[in-house]
């Protein structure tokens, strides 16, 4: 079985600081890790996947998340915080040995104070 | 911004309508998703497809039925709504790749039955 958890579903950080937003997950094979965005009243929005290779992986928007598999964590990251980063974030994996389909985290809501 | 497109965007009905939600995608890909999603909360698997004619359940049991006739198309249909079905209904779709590609989400259907 596959699983994801996000620790904390509210982090709050101000604008120009670094943000952190934590994502562990469980596999059986080796993970297929994604994350997503989504603003207010939309869908969700592809951010950056790790599938193979560096461990960082950069992606839209100036995010960049480092897979950790001693820690079998892949942790989202933004070295300086915009007001327009506020949203949700969901991370989601894959087991790439057993599973079809994606398991999505519960979500963190990220809030950048001006 | 991906070509995934869900109509309505908002939908209020009455207990015991008929409704069909559509969701449509310019990508040419074989897979396609429906979630459930309560605003701010986690995504559930409410059914999948690998290609047409080909449509399968998933992880959160749904009242609903999909179909996939063309490889562009898979809507959604609630034969009798209630209120429990008063929630996000997101679409998805993925190209080719053994697990490692993203999905791209339509803008959502948000559902109202009174």
Known sequence: AQSVAQPEDQVNVAEGNPLTVKCTYSVSGNPYLFWYVQYPNRGLQFLLKYITGDNLVKGSYGFEAE???????????????????????????????????????????????? | ???????????????????????????????????????????HLIHY??????????????????????????????ESARPSHTSQYLCASSGPGQGGSEQYFGPGTRLTVT
């Open chain 2, 49 to 78: 497809s690998y290609g047409v004619n080909s449509t399968e359940k998933g992880d959160l049991s749904s009242e609903s039925t999909v179909s996939r006739i063309r490889t562009e198309h898979f809507p959604l249909t609630l």
């Open chain 2, 1 to 43: 911004e991906a070509d995934i497109y869900q109509t309505p965007r908002y939908l209020v009905i009455g207990t015991g309508k008929k409704i069909t939600l559509e969701c449509s995608q310019t990508m040419g890909h074989d897979k396609m998703y429906w979630y459930q999603q309560d605003p701010g909360m986690e995504l």
């Open chain 1, 67 to 114: 897979f950790n598999k001693s820690q079998t964590s892949f942790h989202l990251k933004k070295p300086s915080a915009l007001v327009s980063d506020s949203a949700l974030y969901f991370c989601a994996v894959r087991d790439s040995r057993s599973a079809r389909q994606l398991t999505f985290g519960s979500g963190t809501q990220l809030t950048v104070l001006p």
